[in-house]
């Protein structure tokens, strides 16, 4: 059964990969920095906070550092993970 937590996991995961795609290692030390948001190994998230805020946070982290373009690489990377939670679920950020 997929849950919400496992969908926010998944869209946590997804965005540092992706961003680290794109500028290395460097995203996961990005990704460490949000609060609720615990990274194991750089290879895998687990939140501990309010999933909503901490994937916020999160994009806003990478935003921040890396401009508008960070959120539009984090858009896309969860875009097919949206449609598994209510609208009023996805995090403000994403959509």
């Not at 501990?48 to 990478?62: C, E, H, P």
Request: with cysteine; net charge negative; aromatic share 6%.
């Amino acid at each position: 059964m997929v849950t919400a937590t496992s969908i926010y996991n998944k869209i946590s995961l997804r965005i540092v990969q992706e961003q680290a795609v794109i500028v290395g290692s460097l995203a996961w030390e990005i990704a460490a920095k949000v609060h609720g948001l615990v990274i194991v190994n750089n290879e895998d998230v687990a939140i501990t906070g309010i999933s909503k805020t901490v994937i916020n946070d999160l994009v806003i982290q990478f935003e921040k550092v890396f401009g508008t373009f960070a959120d539009d690489v984090c858009k896309h990377a969860v875009s097919d993970l949206l449609p598994e939670l209510p609208t009023e679920d996805i995090p403000t950020t994403l959509k």
